[in-house]
Nanobody, 124 residues
Framework: QVQLVESGGGLVQTGGSLRLSCVAS????????MGWFRQAPGKEREFVSAINWRGIARSASANDRFTISRDNAKNTLYLQMNSLKPEDTAVYFCAADPSPRPTPSDSAASYYYWGQGAQVTVSS
């Protein structure tokens, strides 16, 4: 069992930055794929970025603006978000995929454990 708790969300103006954190507890795996997804009101959950020991995957909307990283010693996943836009407004979810994969998956169906979500609101 893995528990995930996000923090760092909030309200920011267009062009601003935020850093989300996700602390994992319980049974953790250094080779586990960890990822970030987001869901805006009325929309489906959307892949943002993911990381495992083999590499990083990013969505087109996050590329060059969002940076994912992890500190295995602290069991913490991060998402640094820069140049935020109003369309980035969503609830951001941290997720863990315990299955060993050659590359990080961008499918929500691959992720078994989910956090409760952190609201990010970007004002125009």
């Amino acid at each position: 069992q893995v528990q995930l708790v996000e923090s760092g969300g909030g309200l920011v103006q267009t062009g601003g930055s935020l850093r989300l954190s996700c602390v994992a507890s319980g049974r953790t795996f250094t080779t586990t794929t960890m990822g970030w997804f987001r869901q805006a009101p009325g929309k489906e959950r959307e892949f943002v970025s993911a990381i495992n020991w083999r590499g990083i995957a990013r969505s087109a909307s996050a590329n060059d603006r969002f940076t994912i990283s992890r500190d295995n010693a602290k069991n913490t996943l991060y998402l640094q978000m820069n140049s935020l836009k109003p369309e980035d407004t969503a609830v951001y979810f941290c997720a863990a995929d315990p299955s060993p994969r050659p590359t990080p998956s961008d499918s929500a169906a691959s992720y078994y454990y989910w956090g409760q979500g952190a609201q990010v609101t970007v004002s125009s």
